[in-house]
Nanobody
């Protein structure tokens, strides 16, 4: 089982990026898939998740959109109106419905927003 996060990069404030999470060895449509982010010295924080419903952290609501492409076994995070405080390593993760925690994690992709 592997999750591969990609799409990070350097963008100016106000710009957009699309992150991708590709699953192998598991069918992402059978899982809640979430995006999390972490900056040095801080705990990993929830950004967004989808399992049919879409959930967002208040800090990204109306700016970020999570979506699925079940045919491609991928989940995306479109980030718009990016702010310097969105700078972080972004991780995707997958959770079974009955799991208390996310079962599988990707390796992370760096997003840097310059002011």
């Amino acid at each position: 089982v592997q999750l591969q996060a990609s799409g990070g990069g350097l963008v100016q404030a106000g710009g957009s990026l699309r992150l991708s999470c590709a699953g192998s060895g598991l069918t992402l449509s059978n899982y809640r898939v979430g995006w999390f982010r972490q900056t040095p010295g801080k705990e990993r924080e929830f950004v967004a998740a989808t399992d049919g419903m879409r959930l967002y952290a208040d800090s990204v609501k109306s700016r970020f959109t999570i979506s699925r492409d079940n045919a491609e076994n991928m989940v995306f995070l479109v980030m718009s109106s990016l702010k310097p405080e969105d700078t972080a390593v972004y991780y995707c993760a997958a959770k079974r419905a009955f799991s208390a925690r996310y079962d599988f994690w990707g390796q992370g992709t760096q997003v840097t927003v310059s002011s």
